[in-house]
């Protein structure tokens, strides 16, 4: 298996122009989750998604997030209109969902490195 | 509020010693810990997990865990400097969700 993919890897923008991340998990992962990595702040959890269901978007810093998962192999996280403290470094993780550590273990893709400017 | 706690660094060691790094936490009906590693600029990858009172050991790294102190460790022996990274220490209480800890910073150093 290839692993999570996450496009792009890196991305550029200017304040207020809106900001498109993508995730495709691994096969079969029932969980699919959004993570934020800054210096200040560590690693926050945004939302996740099981079985393409939103469960929990408390971590949303905002009304300019939105995820959303149309099928168990594609999910979006955008950002509209992105701001300068948005900077980050975004990862989306998945995981199997079954009991247990090895069913709880969560893979990492390599994160989208974005700058708003 | 699920609090995980880890002293950030950074954690100096020469190559060649144990390394002990440490995690607490605040909710006493946690299950599940797990310790993740992430490389500068690299996403978290698993080392380990853990959900039984005592040792487990996998190689160079053994987790530890004490639930009636709420804390869990990992030690790395004989330490290399390409072990130098941040170490994520994650626990699972009663919801699926793992909570994360901000990361202990390792230097090996030759």
């Known amino acids: 298996d290839a692993g999570v993919i996450q496009s792009p890897r890196h991305e550029v923008t200017e304040m207020g122009q809106e900001v498109t991340l993508r995730c495709k998990p691994i096969?079969?992962?029932?969980?699919l989750f959004w993570y934020r990595q800054t210096m200040m702040r560590g690693l926050e959890l945004l939302i996740y998604f099981n079985n393409n269901v939103p469960i929990d978007d408390s971590g949303m810093p905002e009304d300019r997030f939105s995820a959303k998962m149309p099928n168990a192999s594609f999910s979006t996280l955008k950002i509209q209109p992105s701001e300068p403290r948005d900077s980050a470094v975004y990862f989306c993780a998945s995981s199997l969902g079954t009991s247990g550590g090895a069913g709880e273990t969560q893979y990492f893709g390599p994160g989208t490195r974005l700058l708003v400017l | 509020q699920k609090e995980v706690e880890q002293n950030s660094g950074p954690l100096s060691v020469p190559e060649g010693a144990i390394a002990s790094l440490n995690c607490t936490y605040s909710?006493?009906?946690?299950?599940?810990f797990f310790w993740y590693r992430q490389y500068s600029g690299k996403s978290p990858e698993l080392i380990m997990f853990i959900y039984s009172n005592g040792d487990k050991e996998d190689g160079r790294f053994t987790a530890q865990l004490n639930k009636a102190s709420q804390y869990v460790s990992l030690l790395i022996r004989d330490s290399q400097p390409s072990d130098s990274a941040t170490y994520l220490c994650a626990v699972r209480g009663g919801s699926y969700i793992p909570t994360f800890g901000r990361g202990t910073s390792l230097i090996v150093h030759p």
């Open positions: 909710d006493r009906g946690s299950q599940s």
């Open positions: 096969s079969g992962h029932d969980y």
